[in-house]
C-alpha cells in the first residue's frame, strides 16, 4: 500500500470520527477545529485531518475561515427552519417509496437496524442509539430505490443528523421509529404522509429548543 492510499484511509477514518463527534455534540457549535491538535489525538498526520475538515466542510456541519482555524458551524433558527422544510418533503417521499418498493431482504436490514437501536435505547447509551436512528433513515433511503433521491439526500443528510439526530429520549424515538417501520413492512404509503411528517416536526421542535437553549446560556 503507497503512502497516498494510507493517506487516503486515514482520511475516511478522521473524518468518521470528526463527523460523529460533532453529530453526537463532543464538538460544540463554534469551537475551532486545530489541525496539529486534531492530528496529535487521532495519532495521525495533519494532511488526512486537513482533508477531513475539507468535507465536513462541503458536508455543511463545518464552517472555512480563511487565515484562522476552521470552526464547528453554529445553525440558526432559519437554517433549522430551512432544513427542516426541505426535509419533510424529501423524507415522506423516501419513506413512501420504501413501503411501495421493499422487499424481504430490505426489510430485515431496517428491521436489524431498528433492533440495534433499541438495543442502545435498553442500554440508555446516547451516542449509540443516536447513530443506530440515522442508520434507520439511511436504510430508508435504499430501500427506496431511487438513485436520484439518494444524491439528493446525501448533499445534506450530515446536516440532518446534526440538526435533528441528538434526541434525548431513546425510547420515544425507537417508538416511533416503530410505527414508521409497521407502516413501511405494510406498504401502507397514506399513513406513512401522516406518520413521517410527525415525526419530523418533533425532531425540529427539539432541534429549535436546543438552539434556544445555547442562545440562552450564551447570554
Given at each position: 500500500?503507497?503512502?497516498?492510499?494510507?493517506?487516503?484511509?486515514?482520511?475516511?477514518?478522521?473524518?468518521?470520527?470528526?463527523?460523529?463527534?460533532?453529530?453526537?455534540?463532543?464538538?460544540?457549535?463554534?469551537?475551532?477545529?486545530?489541525?496539529?491538535?486534531?492530528?496529535?489525538?487521532?495519532?495521525?498526520?495533519?494532511?488526512?485531518?486537513?482533508?477531513a475538515?475539507?468535507?465536513?466542510?462541503?458536508?455543511?456541519?463545518?464552517?472555512?475561515r480563511?487565515?484562522?482555524?476552521?470552526?464547528?458551524?453554529?445553525?440558526?433558527?432559519?437554517?433549522?427552519?430551512?432544513?427542516?422544510?426541505?426535509?419533510?418533503?424529501?423524507?415522506?417521499?423516501?419513506?413512501?417509496?420504501?413501503?411501495?418498493?421493499?422487499?424481504?431482504?430490505?426489510?430485515?436490514?431496517?428491521?436489524?437496524?431498528?433492533?440495534?437501536e433499541?438495543?442502545?435505547?435498553?442500554?440508555?447509551?446516547?451516542?449509540?442509539?443516536?447513530?443506530?436512528?440515522?442508520?434507520?433513515?439511511?436504510?430508508?433511503?435504499?430501500?427506496?430505490?431511487?438513485?436520484m433521491?439518494?444524491?439528493?439526500?446525501?448533499?445534506?443528510?450530515t446536516?440532518?443528523?446534526?440538526?435533528?439526530?441528538?434526541?434525548?429520549?431513546?425510547?420515544?424515538?425507537?417508538?416511533?421509529?416503530?410505527?414508521?417501520?409497521?407502516?413501511?413492512?405494510?406498504?401502507?404509503?397514506?399513513?406513512?404522509?401522516?406518520?413521517?411528517?410527525?415525526?419530523?416536526?418533533?425532531?425540529?421542535?427539539?432541534?429549535?429548543?436546543?438552539?434556544?437553549?445555547?442562545?440562552?446560556?450564551?447570554?
Amino acid at each position: 500500500m503507497t503512502g497516498v492510499e494510507v493517506a487516503e484511509l486515514e482520511s475516511v477514518r478522521v473524518t468518521r470520527l470528526l463527523r460523529d463527534d460533532i453529530v453526537l455534540g463532543r464538538r460544540a457549535p463554534g469551537s475551532r477545529l486545530i489541525e496539529r491538535d486534531i492530528a496529535a489525538e487521532l495519532n495521525v498526520s495533519r494532511l488526512p485531518v486537513r482533508e477531513a475538515i475539507r468535507r465536513l466542510v462541503v458536508e455543511g456541519i463545518v464552517v472555512a475561515r480563511p487565515r484562522t482555524w476552521a470552526v464547528v458551524k453554529e445553525f440558526t433558527a432559519q437554517d433549522v427552519q430551512d432544513v427542516a422544510e426541505v426535509r419533510e418533503a424529501f423524507e415522506t417521499l423516501t419513506f413512501q417509496l420504501a413501503a411501495q418498493r421493499h422487499d424481504a431482504a430490505g426489510l430485515a436490514r431496517l428491521r436489524a437496524a431498528l433492533d440495534r437501536e433499541t438495543e442502545s435505547a435498553r442500554a440508555g447509551d446516547l451516542d449509540s442509539g443516536r447513530l443506530a436512528a440515522g442508520e434507520f433513515h439511511t436504510c430508508v433511503a435504499d430501500l427506496a430505490g431511487n438513485e436520484m433521491l439518494s444524491e439528493m439526500l446525501q448533499v445534506f443528510s450530515t446536516r440532518l443528523r446534526w440538526l435533528f439526530g441528538q434526541h434525548d429520549d431513546l425510547d420515544e424515538m425507537v417508538a416511533e421509529h416503530e410505527l414508521l417501520f409497521a407502516a413501511v413492512a405494510d406498504r401502507d404509503v397514506d399513513l406513512l404522509g401522516e406518520l413521517v411528517p410527525q415525526h419530523l416536526s418533533r425532531g425540529r421542535a427539539l432541534a429549535e429548543r436546543r438552539l434556544r437553549e445555547r442562545t440562552e446560556f450564551a447570554v
